[in-house]
């Protein structure tokens, strides 16, 4: 069965400082990954995925995921990390060809100023 | 284009009572996802659609159905609410025909839903 994990619930970084929020991933076949951002009391917006190619993602509001094939990751950075940020992050893989997705718990990340 | 829609943004019911959850999306996807978020479960499917006329269960379907009479809206409804139902919803699309598998989905803002 296709499935993600997200090992951590919480990740608390200072304003400036790299983030990295942590994705294993179990999958047969070739991995499709996802990233995506909930703020408070919002949908969850996309921020990037992972089908075939380049090793590193680029997605939107500068965070960019590192694809790892050996380790079977796929984690999400941001070099330089803003209060903004604070969000629940949820990796997901789809599970069949009908695109179902199977999500990750979800990471809480605190930016303290 | 709007995106995904959901109405209402709240409600509250009592148990026992029934009521009706509206998606709506302009996008012309084929796929349409109804999801549930609650604390400490993540996002768990309920129902889901793969085009205008099919519906199908995910997850947790129990005590939910769901139809799907147009291509842009898909519905989900309550017939006897009960507290264990108290949860915030999500509703989502997803472009199916072309490079289905890796496309992803779009979710509404969601309908933060009590029942008492």
């Given at each position: 069965a296709q499935s993600v994990a997200q090992p951590e619930d919480q990740v608390n970084v200072a304003e400036g400082n790299p983030l990295t929020v942590k994705c294993t991933y179990s999958v047969s076949g070739n991995p499709y990954l996802f990233w995506y951002v909930q703020y408070p009391n919002r949908g969850l917006q996309f921020l990037l995925k992972y089908i075939?190619?380049?090793?590193l993602v680029k997605g939107s509001y500068g965070f960019e995921a590192e694809f790892n094939k050996s380790q079977t990751s796929f984690h999400l950075k941001k070099p330089s990390a803003l209060v903004s940020d604070s969000a629940l992050y949820f990796c997901a893989t789809p599970t069949d060809s009908w695109g179902k997705f199977q999500f990750g718990a979800g990471t809480q990340v605190v930016v303290t100023p | 284009n709007a995106g995904v829609t959901q109405t209402p943004k709240f409600r509250v019911l009592k148990t026992g009572q029934s009521m009706t959850l509206l998606c709506a999306q302009?996008?012309?996807?084929e796929y349409m996802y109804w999801y549930r978020q609650d604390p400490g479960m993540g996002l768990r499917l309920i129902h889901y659609s793969v085009g205008e006329g099919t519906t199908a269960k995910g997850e947790v379907p129990d005590g939910y159905n769901v139809s799907r009479?147009?291509?842009?809206n898909f519905l989900l409804g309550l017939e006897s609410a009960a507290p264990s139902q108290t949860s915030v919803y999500f509703c989502a699309s997803k472009a199916g025909l072309a490079g289905g598998l890796y496309n992803e989905q779009f979710f509404g803002p969601g309908t933060r839903l009590t029942v008492l």
């Amino acid at each position: 069965a296709q499935s993600v994990a997200q090992p951590e619930d919480q990740v608390n970084v200072a304003e400036g400082n790299p983030l990295t929020v942590k994705c294993t991933y179990s999958v047969s076949g070739n991995p499709y990954l996802f990233w995506y951002v909930q703020y408070p009391n919002r949908g969850l917006q996309f921020l990037l995925k992972y089908i075939t190619g380049d090793n590193l993602v680029k997605g939107s509001y500068g965070f960019e995921a590192e694809f790892n094939k050996s380790q079977t990751s796929f984690h999400l950075k941001k070099p330089s990390a803003l209060v903004s940020d604070s969000a629940l992050y949820f990796c997901a893989t789809p599970t069949d060809s009908w695109g179902k997705f199977q999500f990750g718990a979800g990471t809480q990340v605190v930016v303290t100023p | 284009n709007a995106g995904v829609t959901q109405t209402p943004k709240f409600r509250v019911l009592k148990t026992g009572q029934s009521m009706t959850l509206l998606c709506a999306q302009d996008m012309n996807h084929e796929y349409m996802y109804w999801y549930r978020q609650d604390p400490g479960m993540g996002l768990r499917l309920i129902h889901y659609s793969v085009g205008e006329g099919t519906t199908a269960k995910g997850e947790v379907p129990d005590g939910y159905n769901v139809s799907r009479l147009k291509k842009q809206n898909f519905l989900l409804g309550l017939e006897s609410a009960a507290p264990s139902q108290t949860s915030v919803y999500f509703c989502a699309s997803k472009a199916g025909l072309a490079g289905g598998l890796y496309n992803e989905q779009f979710f509404g803002p969601g309908t933060r839903l009590t029942v008492l």
